[in-house]
């Protein structure tokens, strides 16, 4: 085991444990914050895999964009922030039967199966090559894109302001 599965194997540990906590806190801006960890783990994820364009896409999109708008959505409405969220204790022998089992499977398949590794070279980065293409080849198709993206957010902006 080298450095690069251990690096691999700590972003997985983030985004589980983070995406356990997700699911199970009960309030809901612990559980926002929480997927921050998971949405930052997932990016790790995907650059040690290769996919640095995703990777940035990934924190530009869901941690710069959707979940800071939902934080800000969570905390600016007053009634939100302190709700409790209800579950019912009666389903819960089925569902620990249920992952136990899958569980189970799932972990005896990792054990039991022949794994085939062979030796690669490093994925080269592909964010130069896009950022070209983006900016050469299609400059005027980004450029209206972003011109929609803003015309739908003024859009809603204006929707959301309507007092009825």
């Known amino acids: 085991m080298n450095l690069y599965d251990l690096i ?6 983030i985004t589980v444990v983070s ?7 009960r309030n809901i801006v612990y559980s926002a914050f929480f997927l921050l960890f998971t949405f930052f783990g997932v990016a790790g994820i995907y650059v040690l895999l290769g996919a640095d364009f995703v990777a940035i896409v990934q924190l530009i999109v869901y941690v ?12 600016l409405t007053n009634k939100i922030t302190n709700v409790e969220i209800k579950t019912g204790t009666i389903n819960i022998y089925p569902a620990v039967i249920g992952v136990g089992l899958l569980s189970g499977s799932l972990l005896a398949a990792l054990i039991t199966s022949k ?7 490093a994925p080269l980065p592909t964010t130069a090559s896009l950022g070209t293409i983006l900016l050469q080849q299609y400059a005027l198709v980004f450029e209206l894109l972003g011109i929609i993206l803003l015309i739908a957010l003024i859009g809603a902006a204006s929707i959301a302001r309507r007092e009825t």
């Open 115 to 121: 794994w085939k590794t062979f030796p690669t070279e």
């Open 64 to 75: 710069g964009g959707i979940l800071i708008l939902l934080l800000f959505g969570v905390m």
């Open 8 to 13: 691999f194997y700590l972003f997985a540990a």
């Open 19 to 25: 995406a356990f906590f997700v699911v199970t806190n």
